[in-house]
């Protein structure tokens, strides 16, 4: 008889709970509002070679610095802004301050490449503060 009571006074200490089944992680990117005079930039990266996502991946915001006619872009791998992916390739970059930049993907003192326009020459990204830039999804070939 003891038993029977220790099995209902479990039962109904069961019942009486509120805890409920941890729900399934959504892969959501949040994307954060930009500091005052500055912007953000999101996307996703993408083999150009398979179509996969490339995960672990560092997404630099290489300066473009122009003289007349001409420019040059700088991929600093102390100062530049940068982001890394996540396991579906996405990216955030928050506080980037708005200049031209062009994107580069990949080890700064290794393999990389950047974001092109058809034509084959380096995209030019003008940021603007205030800005949340959806750059889409973007294709590289750095051998993944």
Known sequence: MRTIIVLCLLLSLTACT???PTPTPTNELIIPTPASGQA???GRVLSSITGQPIY???VAFAEVIRNGETAIFVDDAAFSPFAETDTDGRFV???LPPKEYVIVIGDPFGLNDVVRNPDGLPKVWNIEAGQQLDIGEVRVNIGV
């Open 40 to 42: 953000v930039v999101y």
């Open 56 to 58: 672990r991946v560092r």
């Open 18 to 20: 509120t805890a409920q």
């Open 93 to 95: 970059l928050p506080d």
